[in-house]
């Protein structure tokens, strides 16, 4: 046996002494494929494992799913291993096919501190690449996660304009038919050169006007030109899209005397037409700018368009965009999401990437702690050279309790499959890594 550890490449420059007391004072144990070994219970075993042949995966249970982080081939150790912090194991192995494994218990591992030198040496590099290993797996399943809870969201304000356009869609082929109806109409009643330019007077009507009128506007318009087209025995059915494009009745009875009696009837079905297809075409419009807008706001938050690097930024821009994307979460409690940034912020260096997580882990839990009609406010403001983002709600705050707690790697107030409590260790890495504070 010793002959077949000194053979493993990975323990090339482990003494045979070593090896012997590795031998000595471990267990040989042989499994097979799918056996696990947990280190959380009596019966469990609980210490390191040197794998002999065959193949361990280590793999973690987290929000009801099961993910392999690492791999063990022969050679490699894993469990508890010297000089690590960890208390409470973060996963456990499972043997992928029939594996042979030494194994060395707890209480003896400080021994083979004292005399397994090179083989410590070993278990520490091992334990130095498997917090790299988890840090970094950590990292993306919470990248993950966000962007998840970010799509649902987005999922919703999405379908408001997508519905819109499908609305309109469906019918602007028969608003169009109707408006080539009209204009045959208008053309066969030949109108004069006066009654052409009050036609484009009244065709210019909707263009000249900065806003559209209000609901309460527009039926008050709506029921003054029905009181204009019934004594004139014209279609009160026009009244709406004539009151839509902003005409009013006064504009209408001023325009009359430039047709003649039975040019009317076609002029106000053109104007109809016309509106309803210019309002079709305004309620497409309106949308697609919307979706456009969530798309390019999407696209800056997860930088699709190149890797992370460290550039002058102006955070306001990209926190713009986060607060964009976030609102269709806040609108599901019907909170309001504010953003106030002043004006003379310098560039800080900073990777979007990275910054667009702390965003967005703050002003989900801002969301999170809100009541219905609850408010966020951003406030962005100079500190000499840098840059302070403040995220405020009017939640019921932090227990005093919990407070010194909150940045700590898995705690969690939330139920169970629904946060990580990994949001706020992210955000104190990143803010970190970026030379800044976070309390």
């Not at 003896?108 to 130095?128: G, K, Q, S, W």
């Not at 066969?188 to 000249?208: F, I, K, Q, W």
């Amino acid at each position: 046996m010793i002959d077949r550890l000194a053979a493993l490449p990975a323990l090339a420059d482990v003494p045979r002494r070593q090896l012997q007391w590795l031998l000595d004072h471990g267990e040989l144990h042989r499994g097979q494929d799918g056996d696990a070994y947990r280190a959380v219970g009596e019966d469990d075993l609980i210490g390191l494992f040197l794998l002999i042949s065959g193949r361990f995966s280590v793999r973690v249970d987290q929000g009801g799913t099961t993910r392999e982080v690492r791999e063990v081939t022969p050679g490699r150790v894993t469990g508890y291993l010297p000089y690590s912090r960890m208390t409470v194991p973060r996963g456990y192995v499972v043997a992928d096919g029939p594996v042979e494994f030494l194994f060395i218990r707890l209480e003896d591992i400080p021994e083979m501190t004292r005399e397994c030198y090179e083989f410590t040496a070993i278990c520490v590099h091992e334990m130095l690449d498997r917090v790299r290993v988890f840090k970094s797996d950590d990292k993306r399943q919470e990248k993950l996660a966000a962007l998840g809870r970010l799509s649902a969201g987005l999922a919703h304000e999405m379908n408001n304009p997508a519905s819109a356009v499908a609305r309109a869609a469906s019918v602007l082929d028969a608003a169009r038919a109707e408006l080539a109806a009209a204009a045959r109409e208008l053309g066969a009643a030949r109108p004069g050169s006066d009654g052409l330019r009050a036609l484009e007077s009244l065709d210019g009507v909707e263009s000249a006007s900065d806003t559209p009128p209000s609901p309460l506007e527009l039926a008050e318009l709506e029921d003054a030109i029905l009181e204009w087209l019934e004594p004139r025995g014209l279609d009160v059915r026009l009244a709406y899209p004539l009151a839509e494009r902003g005409l009013t009745a006064a504009e209408l009875e001023a325009a009359e005397p430039a047709f003649e009696p039975d040019q009317l009837a076609p002029v106000l079905r053109y104007l109809a037409a016309d509106g309803a297809a210019r309002a079709l075409i305004a309620d497409i419009t309106a949308a697609t700018e919307r979706i456009h807008t969530l798309v390019a706001a999407v696209k800056k938050h997860t930088h699709m368009d190149r890797g992370a690097v460290m550039e002058p930024i102006r955070i306001q821009e990209h926190l713009a965009d986060v607060v964009t994307l976030m609102r269709s979460k806040a609108s599901l409690k019907d909170a309001r999401v504010e953003l106030d940034a002043a004006p003379d912020l310098p560039a800080v260096t900073a990777s979007v990437a990275d910054l667009n997580q702390v965003w967005m882990h703050l002003i989900d839990n801002a969301i999170d702690a809100v009541g219905p009609a609850g408010r966020i406010a951003i406030d962005v403001r100079r500190d000499d050279d840098g840059v302070v983002v403040c995220v405020t709600d009017d939640g019921p705050g932090i227990p005093e309790e919990l407070r010194e707690r909150v940045f700590e790697p898995f705690f969690t107030t939330t139920e169970v499959g629904e946060g990580r409590g990994l949001g706020l260790d992210v955000v104190r890495t990143v803010v970190r890594s970026h030379r800044g504070t976070v309390e």
